[in-house]
């Protein structure tokens, strides 16, 4: 009897003295902004905008951080005409709005040609890509829902994750991050 006093007692007390690790931790796991802020045009949400992907410019509007992964926004701007290899997202979400410009955007089998004010939603688990087309410059407001591991790509890949990789360990970087390529980018499509 007095042993197993014994040990319910150390038990309480280590579950005492852990709790208040417990509970930051889950609430840093939980943690949302818990007020609404604001970017301002041209900005990115840290005053960090990335470059990646032969010369595209992503500024982040909405973090992974802010939403508990939830939601990733962040405008890309892209000089050079074309895009990504069509891929698949196996978690998320993807959705472009053409703040200016023009895009070839396929989703699945159908390819959207999109100009500024439209939006192309791509569900999870179908191949798309995307394409900007013609001179000028390109600027799209893209969206993943949930956030999944997408912002986080995009830093290591600006960082240059993908420059000493071969094709098998780039392939394997993308699935870690919660995607798959499928095929090759949208060929450049001219009306």
């Not at 992974?64 to 939601?71: A, V």
């Not at 000089?79 to 200016?100: N, R, S």
């Not at 089998?109 to 100009?115: G, T």
Request: with cysteine; aromatic share 12%.
């Amino acid at each position: 009897m007095q042993r197993n006093s014994f040990l319910k007692a150390g038990l309480a007390t280590a579950t005492f003295l852990a709790s208040p690790f417990l509970w930051a931790a889950d609430t840093l796991k939980n943690y949302r902004v818990d007020k609404g802020f604001k970017v301002d045009a041209g900005k990115d949400r840290f005053n960090h905008a990335i470059s990646l992907f032969d010369g595209d410019t992503f500024m982040t509007k909405v973090s992974t951080k802010d939403t508990n992964g939830d939601m990733y926004v962040y405008e890309s701007s892209r000089i050079k005409e074309g895009g990504p290899a069509l891929h698949t997202h196996f978690d998320q979400d993807e959705m472009w709005y053409v703040l200016e410009g023009e895009f070839l955007i396929k989703v699945g089998d159908v390819i959207h040609q999109a100009k500024a004010g439209d939006t192309v939603f791509g569900p999870r688990n179908v191949p798309h890509c995307f394409a900007k087309i013609g001179s000028g410059d390109g600027r799209l407001l893209m969206t993943f829902q949930p956030a999944g591991k997408m912002e986080a790509f995009f830093q290591k890949v600006s960082e240059g994750a993908l420059k000493t990789m071969s094709e098998a360990e780039q392939d394997k970087f993308r699935e870690d991050h919660g995607f798959k390529r499928v095929g090759p980018p949208i060929n450049q499509l001219k009306k």
